[in-house]
């Protein structure tokens, strides 16, 4: 029997199982919230059903391993499933023709709200978890053991409930007898039918201690046929008998085994949020960019320019320079404004789909939003055209010395004429020095010149700076903060996605429990006879 260490394991991999698809729900149910409306309707509302269905299975508990018993009527299945439980539980014999109502046995005690679910009453369970169980019951720990009204049954509802059942279990285990097993009702109805998925359907051919020990290989290979005959190919048939015991131990490895597995609700689960992750990372491609720097500086320029930075910039350099005139900004051109708001939702939005485009073109502001702000920002930008602080000392230096250089003038004239006696040295002297006042007078006008003309090219680079700062604070305030914010929900939404993808093993593997080794591995397995032990019958 198994050990407690692997029982220990077993419980501690269906817990892992549940905390993942918890995990994995919630991160898809994050994504949804963030990505809200810009997702496309189908998807939004597959990832939506997603994780309503899948947190639904999730409350009924997905650790569970639901396994059902079902068959005719006389099958002995009720039988059966007292042996299996140990229990006295299921009504057999002579006190009822045939199973009514849904049986169930439970080797867990959180089953309640599962066994709500599949409409078993209160007074039809039981449970088998505690320390009174012991130790060869914590194999089957987290199973769900049906037993199911018989699907051949004329009472009506019978059949509804085996079909309403049939679809949620993890192993379908259909109880034949030696008299019965090429029911027509059997394996058209169900088997042939559909009603059973390959692999994960056993079938018990119970009553065995009334076939003489010649006739039971010749029997189970039989039974092996008409299960390929319907399609499933080779489906284990483990051969008991309820009355005595025999083939019980053999059918109950099987149970073990199938509980070690993820249930088929936990693989359905999975494979559940798996494609709607997938859906949803198709809806957020991994091309979008993640940042808007590269936009922001090709049209900051553009802006500007439609601004008119550049003319007024340069109308203040010539106001410093000349000392007269005051410009101002214009009001954007509208056109320019809208066609660079154009290009930013092309460039930044190139890569997204419909949706999200919708919503960039939603959240950023309006092109009248831009250009109000545009304008309300280059308001605020200095144009300063006065004149550098030594333009007056300097103006006073110059008129100074053309002053000196006149009256130096003149007198050399006078001197030169005579009319003033002061020789020929001293005419000379006059002269030069006339020449020198009037060279440091065009010495300071050049000077001054120069020094408004480089107070001019500094005044224009910072009115271009301001401006190209003004304009740039207005598009990332206007369009960056809103675009990247919707790139980062985005990202979110992708991050989360992929998060919500099942790494683990493929579902169809996971929710498969048929065993591979023991009794029930396939048409290959040799029935014991009765009588001998189950030690024996295996070696």
Avoid at 250 to 262: C, F, G, H, P, S
Avoid at 319 to 339: C, I, K
Avoid at 394 to 407: C, E, H, I
Wanted: overall charge negative.
């Amino acid at each position: 029997m198994t050990s407690v260490t692997g029982n220990t394991v077993r419980a501690t991999g269906r817990a892992d199982h549940d905390a993942a698809l918890r995990a994995r729900t919630e991160d898809l149910g994050r994504a949804l919230q963030v990505a809200g409306s810009r997702l496309d309707d189908a998807v939004f509302g597959r990832v939506a059903g997603a994780v309503a269905g899948v947190r639904e299975r999730i409350a009924l508990g997905v650790g569970h391993t639901v396994v059902a018993l079902a068959g005719g009527t006389g099958s002995g299945k009720s039988s059966l499933f007292n042996r299996v439980s140990r229990l006295s539980f299921a009504d057999v014999g002579v006190r009822r023709p045939t199973t009514a109502k849904v049986s169930a046995c439970s080797w867990s005690d959180d089953a309640a709200a599962l066994l709500d679910w599949l409409g078993v009453e209160r007074e039809r369970r039981i449970m088998r978890a505690g320390e009174l169980d012991g130790a060869d019951e914590e194999g089957l720990g987290g199973l769900v053991l049906l037993d199911l009204p018989d699907h051949d049954s004329v009472a009506p509802g019978h059949r509804d409930i085996v079909d309403r059942v049939l679809p949620l279990v993890d192993l379908l285990v259909w109880v034949v007898d030696p008299q019965k097993y090429a029911d027509d009702a059997l394996h058209s109805g169900y088997l042939r039918g559909g009603g059973a998925r390959p692999g994960s359907i056993v079938v018990v051919l119970n009553q065995m201690d009334t076939v003489p020990p010649g006739q039971q290989d010749t029997l189970i290979r039989d039974v092996a046929r008409l299960m390929r005959d319907d399609g499933l190919g080779d489906v284990p048939v483990v051969p008991v008998s309820a009355k005595t015991g025999y083939g019980v131990p053999e059918l109950r490895d099987l149970l073990e085994e199938a509980v070690a597995r993820r249930s088929v609700a936990a693989g359905r689960a999975a494979a559940e949020l798996d494609g709607a992750a997938a859906a949803l990372l198709e809806e957020t491609p991994a091309e979008v960019p993640w940042h808007t720097t590269a936009v922001l500086a090709a049209e900051t320029e553009a802006l500007a320019e439609a601004a008119g930075l550049g003319p007024v910039a340069a109308q203040v350099a010539a106001s410093v320079q000349n000392g007269y005139g005051r410009p101002e900004f214009p009001a954007p051109d509208p056109d320019a404004v809208s066609l660079s708001r154009a290009r930013w939702l092309t460039t930044a939005g190139e890569a997204l789909r419909p949706g999200w485009q919708r919503s960039l073109a939603e959240t950023v502001a309006s092109a009248d939003q831009v250009a109000s702000a545009l304008g309300a920002a280059l308001q605020g930008v200095t144009l300063d055209v006065r004149g550098p602080a030594s333009a007056k000392p300097l103006r006073r230096v110059a008129l100074a010395f053309v002053v000196l250089a006149v009256v130096l003038g003149l007198a050399t004239v006078l001197a030169s004429m005579r009319v003033l006696r002061l020789g020929d040295p001293g005419t000379t002297v006059l002269g030069v020095a006339g020449v020198v006042a009037a060279l440091a007078a065009l010495g300071v006008f050049f000077a001054s010149t120069r020094i408004r003309r480089t107070l001019a090219r500094r005044r224009e680079q910072a009115v271009l700076a301001a401006g190209r700062a003004a304009v740039e604070r207005v598009l990332e305030q206007t369009l960056g903060v809103p675009t990247q914010a919707l790139l980062d929900d985005h990202r979110k939404v992708r991050e989360l996605a992929q998060s919500a993808r099942d790494e683990g093993p493929s579902v169809s593997d996971q929710a498969d429990p048929t065993p591979t080794t023991g009794p029930g591995s396939g048409s290959a397995y040799t029935a014991p006879v009765p009588g001998r032990s189950v030690a024996a019958a295996r070696a």
